[in-house]
């Protein structure tokens, strides 16, 4: 053990010297690098049972003392994986030797995730001592991992660059499983195959992970370095017992999980379904009365506990306490569908976060989702999501557009089936504008006509809004200037059962109209919609996210003062894509001018080789937005 301690104070003595220097020049603009992160999971199978360990070794050096922040530390844990051994210390040079500080308070605290209620995620929380410039930390903790459908994977999503990384697993040689690699191209890494008497170890070494980059506008896992292992089956005394051969067996577990829900006495909850359906003389208008009552009686809370995470609650139980999270509410809106004759299922579904497709990757990774599939005779395939408050009936929520849903059939069937995108028609923001010059002011009277996924996002905002908000619509509508005033504003369709929400409103707005020299110079542009949305800096190296499909249509009248005539007004505008596209159009009628304006944007995302077009397009509207009409007095 001596000779060790010798050994390791060597080293580490010959490393700060010697290498310090180089990794400041590596590293230039950063405080603190991982230099080493070694994670190598264990399997062993005995009994017919399999034992899976995960070991975690991680060496940070501190370049400088500005970021000491980061000697705190956290190594998270749940239910499905518990912390069984930890080590920490700080390694400083003094006198020549090395000192070791040793972490002895490991304080446990409950991981507060944003929107979710409650989870059963925990941490131990530490703070290594001593740290200053050239320490190295040193972290070892030992995991037990519970259930083998939830092995770890590897994702680099570190605020701090990693020299080196291996990660490592062996499992024995009556284990079968497979891993699935995501842009490990990105970086220089290698991957090799041990194999013994027993045991079969795949490695990889990975070199020169970057830090995670803030801006990417997909979730971080389209872009970092992902290794993900899955144990598909292995072998107890001939026989073979099946884990994650595929979707099949991730479905049969799904379905296990499910087997024991709505056991209780579902009676009440019955009666009110038919006294909901009472009168209905189609099957669209059962599932919609059903479909509203579930989003406006049950409250959406997110609940992450243990395998509780992915069962839902007894629909029964659900009603009693009129919440849920996606998971139980898409389970009472089940049910009650079913009770009114409707086939409809259960589907799990990975939201827009997640880019992993169930063939490729057959795991509870691919999904974080629960929602309701109805299948209807002659017609698409409909995806109800009772979380989404005031989502229109017919709409999928817009962070499960595009992505696989996979449908519970039976206890042995399902099928996988892709949600739909809504055309940009569909999700839409019209507001009609009559305006008066009075001076140089610009009054107006206003309806904005709100539909589809643009009317979910609005009617968030409504129910958010503080009463006095008197920038809501200017915010909100991205409509007028700073120094616009609104006026006389009305609501109404604000129920679920109506597809437009309307919003009337009068403005004011001052120091839009300049008078020089006696003529008017009007900008008549009053919306400020895609201001602000140019791609710049390290944004452009990656696609940007469209939250949804939309078009917007502004259609605006300028009443002309008596005693003025109309001097000037700009040429029509435009600019033409395959996925994105506007039009301006100016008409000189009878003492008014008519403006119409539509931006159809019919894309989920904007490609990296698109941005640039992208770009153009933002330009082009800034700048026709920009043109001016001049109005001048008659002779």
């Known amino acids: 053990m001596k000779f060790y301690e010798l050994l390791t104070s060597f080293i580490f003595l010959n490393f700060t010297h010697a290498q310090q220097h180089d990794y400041n020049e590596l590293y230039p603009n950063e405080e603190v690098i991982t230099l080493s992160l070694e994670k190598h999971i264990q399997i062993d199978e005995s009994r017919g049972k399999l034992f899976i360990t995960e070991n975690v070794h991680k060496r940070n050096l501190f370049l400088s003392s500005k970021r000491l922040q980061l000697a705190e530390e956290n190594v998270s844990y749940n239910t499905f994986n518990q912390i069984t051994e930890i080590q920490a210390r700080t390694e400083n040079i003094e006198n020549n030797k090395v000192k070791k500080s040793f972490v002895k308070r490991f304080k446990?605290?409950?991981?507060?995730?944003?929107?979710?209620?409650?989870?059963?995620?925990?941490?131990?929380?530490?703070?290594?001592?001593?740290?200053?410039?050239?320490?190295?930390?040193?972290?070892k903790y030992s995991k037990t991992i519970k259930d083998p459908h939830f092995l770890p994977s590897f994702m680099s999503t570190s605020d701090i660059p990693i020299e080196k990384a291996i990660i490592s697993i062996t499992f024995p040689k009556n284990v079968k499983l497979t891993y699935r690699t995501f842009h490990l191209d990105a970086i220089h890494s290698k991957f090799e195959i041990e194999e013994n008497k027993n045991h079969i170890t795949y490695t990889w070494v990975l070199n020169k992970i970057p830090k995670i980059n803030r801006h990417y506008d997909f979730s971080a896992l389209y872009y970092i370095p992902q290794i993900i292992i899955y144990i598909n089956s292995y072998k107890h005394k001939n026989k073979t017992i099946s884990v994650l051969n595929d979707v099949s067996d991730l479905y049969k577990w799904y379905t296990s999980l499910i087997s024991q829900i709505n056991t209780t006495d579902q009676q009440e909850l019955e009666l009110i379904t038919k006294s909901l359906i009472e009168g209905t003389t189609s099957e669209t208008e059962k599932i919609q009365s059903i479909y509203y009552f579930v989003q406006d009686k049950i409250n959406y809370i997110a609940f992450e506990d243990g395998l509780n995470g992915f069962i839902p609650r007894?629909?029964?139980?659900?009603?009693?306490?009129?919440?849920?999270?996606?998971?139980?509410?898409?389970?009472?809106?089940?049910?009650m569908l079913q009770y009114a004759g409707i086939d409809s299922h259960l589907a799990w579904i990975g939201t827009r976060k997640k880019p992993y497709k169930y063939n490729e990757v057959p795991t509870p990774v691919t999904d974080n989702h629960m929602i309701t599939a109805v299948f209807?005779?002659?017609?698409d395939t409909i995806f109800l999501?009772?979380?989404?408050?005031?989502?229109?009936?017919?709409?999928?929520?817009?962070?499960?557009?595009?992505?696989?849903?996979?449908?519970g059939i039976s206890?042995?069937?399902?099928?996988?089936?892709?949600v739909p995108e809504i055309d940009a028609i569909n999700n839409n923001i019209s507001i009609i504008s009559s305006i008066k010059l009075e001076n140089e002011l610009l009054t107006g009277r206003h309806i904005a006509k709100i539909c589809g996924h643009d009317k979910l996002d609005f009617m968030h905002k409504i129910e958010n809004k503080e009463e006095e908000d008197l920038d809501f619509l200017y915010w909100n509508l991205k409509f007028g200037t700073k120094k616009t005033s609104f006026n006389n504003i009305e609501y109404k369709n604000l129920e679920r059962q109506k597809?437009?929400?309307q919003i009337s409103f009068d403005s004011e707005t001052r120091n839009y109209v300049k008078k020089i020299n006696g003529k008017l110079y009007i900008k008549p542009i009053m919306d400020n919609f895609l201001v602000g949305e140019l791609v710049k800096d390290e944004s452009k190296n990656y696609d940007k996210k469209i939250d949804h499909k939309f078009t917007r249509i502004f259609h605006t009248t300028i009443e002309i003062p008596e005693g003025q005539i109309i001097e000037f007004?700009?040429?029509?505008?435009?600019?033409r894509n395959e996925n994105y596209e506007f039009t301006t159009t100016y008409e000189n009628r009878i003492n008014t001018i008519v403006i119409t304006k539509k931006i159809t944007v019919n894309t989920l995302k904007i490609d990296i080789n698109e941005i640039e077009s992208w770009n153009n397009f933002i330009k082009a509207l800034l700048k026709s937005n920009k043109k001016t009409i001049i109005i001048n007095p008659k002779n």
């Open 108 to 139: 446990e605290k409950d991981i507060l995730i944003s929107g979710i209620f409650f989870n059963d995620q925990k941490e131990k929380n530490f703070f290594f001592p001593n740290v200053k410039k050239n320490s190295i930390t040193d972290l």
């Open 376 to 379: 209807q005779k002659n017609s």
């Open 499 to 501: 597809d437009t929400l």
């Open 569 to 575: 007004i700009p040429e029509n505008s435009s600019f």
């Open 314 to 335: 007894d629909a029964s139980n659900v009603f009693n306490k009129k919440y849920g999270d996606c998971k139980d509410m898409a389970n009472i809106l089940n049910e």
């Open 411 to 418: 206890a042995d069937t399902f099928k996988i089936h892709k």
């Open 385 to 407: 999501d009772p979380t989404a408050k005031y989502l229109p009936y017919g709409y999928p929520s817009p962070f499960t557009q595009g992505k696989e849903a996979l449908i």
